[in-house]
């Protein structure tokens, strides 16, 4: 399929756009969304970035891309705090 | 006209509370908020689907200095919410990263950033004002909500 364009809708308290393409890898996108934030990508490893996907919320693979989740423009991408708890 | 302390606080979490109004549509969670005279607390309802409801309350005195104090209540406090509201045991979720009463004091404790009990007595490091983006109340919010959704009963 021909790489393209979308702009999907990342949710970090306020919702901003974020155009990313389709062969794109996630981690790359959570880094991009974490900069619309003014979260510096050194902090990369505290966040992650979760989507409903089939119906059902989950944390996105960074190791997967965009196409691999047939996220699609307008969707709404969470990014989160990866690692919150303090102990098991 | 004079900005006090608490006018500076009251502005603080505010935003916060913004923030997580929101969002509750998307992630279903629903909010109120009451000013005692001297602070603000959040109160935030979480529905685990097929599961319990869970009510948290968030004493913001003195915010963002210290964190937020996290406490669970009656789910029927959600709907007439004030301070006068006492947590107890039963309220709290179970499971992973949730510390037992009588281990930190007499109530569950969860193990999570962002609120009071986290860092107290040094137990975590990592709260500062301002607070780091993960440390935030919204994250809080969000973080508790996904705990319960994932990890919690």
């Given at each position: 399929?021909?790489?393209?364009?979308?702009?999907?809708?990342?949710?970090?308290?306020?919702?901003?756009?974020?155009?990313?393409?389709?062969?794109?890898?996630?981690?790359?996108?959570?880094?991009?969304?974490?900069?619309?934030?003014?979260?510096?990508?050194?902090?990369?490893?505290?966040y992650i970035?979760r989507?409903?996907?089939?119906?059902?919320?989950?944390?996105?693979?960074?190791?997967?891309?965009?196409?691999?989740?047939?996220?699609?423009?307008?969707?709404?991408?969470t990014l989160a705090a990866?690692?919150?708890?303090?102990?098991? | 006209?004079?900005?006090?302390?608490?006018?500076?606080?009251?502005?603080?979490?505010?935003?916060?509370?913004?923030?997580?109004?929101?969002?509750?549509?998307?992630?279903?969670?629903?909010?109120?908020?009451?000013?005692?005279?001297?602070?603000?607390?959040?109160?935030?309802?979480?529905?685990?689907?097929?599961?319990?409801?869970?009510?948290?309350?968030?004493?913001?005195?003195?915010?963002?200095?210290?964190?937020?104090?996290?406490?669970?209540?009656?789910?029927?406090?959600?709907?007439?919410?004030?301070?006068?509201?006492?947590?107890?045991?039963?309220?709290?979720?179970?499971?992973?990263?949730?510390?037992?009463?009588?281990?930190?004091?007499?109530?569950?404790?969860?193990?999570?950033?962002?609120?009071?009990?986290?860092?107290?007595?040094?137990?975590?490091?990592?709260?500062?004002?301002?607070?780091?983006?993960?440390?935030?109340?919204?994250?809080?919010?969000m973080?508790?909500?996904n705990?319960?959704?994932?990890?919690?009963?």
């Amino acid at each position: 399929m021909a790489n393209h364009e979308i702009r999907i809708i990342i949710v970090y308290g306020t919702n901003k756009p974020l155009d990313v393409k389709s062969d794109e890898a996630i981690g790359t996108v959570k880094v991009a969304a974490m900069g619309l934030f003014g979260i510096p990508a050194s902090e990369q490893g505290q966040y992650i970035l979760r989507a409903k996907i089939d119906g059902t919320e989950e944390q996105l693979n960074e190791a997967k891309t965009v196409e691999d989740y047939h996220l699609h423009t307008d969707q709404k991408v969470t990014l989160a705090a990866g690692t919150p708890f303090g102990c098991a | 006209m004079v900005v006090t302390p608490e006018d500076e606080a009251r502005a603080a979490v505010r935003e916060q509370y913004d923030m997580v109004v929101a969002q509750q549509d998307e992630y279903g969670w629903r909010t109120a908020i009451i000013d005692t005279g001297d602070y603000l607390v959040i109160f935030v309802k979480i529905e685990k689907p097929h599961g319990r409801t869970f009510v948290l309350s968030l004493r913001c005195d003195d915010y963002p200095e210290q964190a937020p104090e996290l406490r669970f209540v009656a789910p029927a406090a959600f709907d007439q919410p004030s301070d006068a509201w006492a947590p107890a045991a039963e309220f709290c979720p179970r499971g992973e990263s949730i510390v037992n009463e009588a281990q930190r004091g007499p109530l569950p404790v969860a193990c999570i950033k962002g609120h009071r009990d986290y860092y107290a007595g040094g137990w975590h490091q990592g709260w500062s004002n301002p607070p780091a983006h993960d440390h935030s109340l919204y994250q809080l919010v969000m973080n508790v909500r996904n705990a319960i959704l994932n990890r919690w009963s």
